[in-house]
């Protein structure tokens, strides 16, 4: 999530860099589809350890 967020988006910045005719704004706009996932998996992962634990738990 940090290489697509502002104020560091590296990630976003090579891209726009290589497509000439974006605007930058336009190159953030369309990484927030990616982010709001990123968002919802985090929320997930908070609410329902679960989800990250349960395998090593089934595992030990």
């Known amino acids: 999530m940090g290489l697509i967020t502002p104020p560091v988006g590296l990630n976003v910045f090579i891209i726009n860099s290589l497509a000439r005719n974006v605007s930058l704004k336009e190159s953030f706009i369309g990484i927030l589809p990616f982010l709001m996932s990123d968002l919802v998996r985090v929320v997930l992962l908070i609410a329902f350890p679960i ?9 030990k």
Request: proline share 11%; net charge neutral; no cysteine.
């Open 51 to 59: 989800l990250t634990l349960g395998l090593p738990h089934l595992l």
